[in-house]
């Protein structure tokens, strides 16, 4: 079974530029969770979709948004990009039977803000 | 709202030792999960061990077990004999029972350095 899949991996934006990135979760799963995770703050929550529905988001501004399709791949977009957005974005998939919090991680995308 | 603790920013333990990493949480739930999380470097997150808080029987996976301290709101991992490859991030999580699957409350981790 493939694991969770991000693309790109790496990617290098300047101050307000936009960018979007992918994320294919383990065939079956259809719940779809993002993470921030930078060495002051360590891992925060973005969003989760479920069903291409958001079920819930974290404290980030409306610039960070994301969306989820009918096959379960989930995008995340950030707009107008600031210096500290520079970080390791992390996806990760759930299969959301029993509830038990086993999250299966893609490698991340790191991006680098100039 | 949840916060989750880890004291120990770096840890390093000699090969076939054991090492305990320390986490606390606080919570004003009754029902809930915690998680170790396991980051090698330039690798994918996996989960290590889950304990249940309704469970008093603290949990264990091979060379990894815990101490959950309910009253203490303590979740300690310990790692016994100690591999090359336990060298990682390591990330205590929590998350409330019928919350969102997906959000997960992580401590800041502790960098683990196994040595030979």
């Known amino acids: 079974k493939a694991g969770v899949t991000q693309t790109p991996r790496y990617l290098i934006k300047t101050r307000g530029q936009q960018v979007t990135l992918s994320c294919s979760p383990i065939?079956?799963?259809?719940?779809v969770s993002w993470y921030q995770q930078t060495p002051g703050q360590g891992l925060q929550f973005l969003f989760e979709?479920?069903?291409?529905?958001?079920?819930n988001k974290g404290n980030f501004p409306g610039r960070f948004s994301g969306r989820q399709f009918s096959n379960s791949r989930s995008e995340m977009n950030v707009s107008t990009l600031e210096l500290g957005d520079s970080a390791l974005y992390l996806c990760?998939?759930?299969?959301?039977?029993?509830?038990?919090?086993?999250?299966?991680f893609g490698e991340g995308s790191r991006l680098t803000v100039l | 709202a949840q916060t989750v603790t880890q004291s120990q920013p770096e840890m390093s333990v000699q090969e076939a030792e054991t090492v305990t990493l320390s986490c606390t949480y606080d919570?004003?739930?009754?029902?809930?999960?915690l998680f170790w999380y396991k980051q090698p470097p330039s690798r994918q997150m996996i989960l290590v061990i889950r304990q249940e808080a309704y469970k008093q029987q603290n949990a264990t996976e091979n060379r990894f077990s815990v101490n959950f301290q309910k009253a203490a709101k303590s979740f300690s991992l310990k790692i016994s004999d100690s591999q090359l490859g336990d060298t990682a991030m390591y990330f205590c999580?929590?998350?409330?029972?019928?919350?969102?699957?997906?959000?997960?409350?992580f401590g800041k981790g502790t960098k683990l350095s196994v040595k030979p």
């Open positions: 065939s079956g799963h259809r719940s």
């Open positions: 919570t004003s739930e009754n029902n809930y999960y």
């Open positions: 990760a998939s759930s299969s959301n039977t029993g509830n038990t919090g086993e999250l299966f």
């Open positions: 999580a929590f998350m409330k029972q019928g919350g969102s699957q997906g959000n997960l409350i």
């Open positions: 979709y479920f069903s291409e529905t958001q079920r």
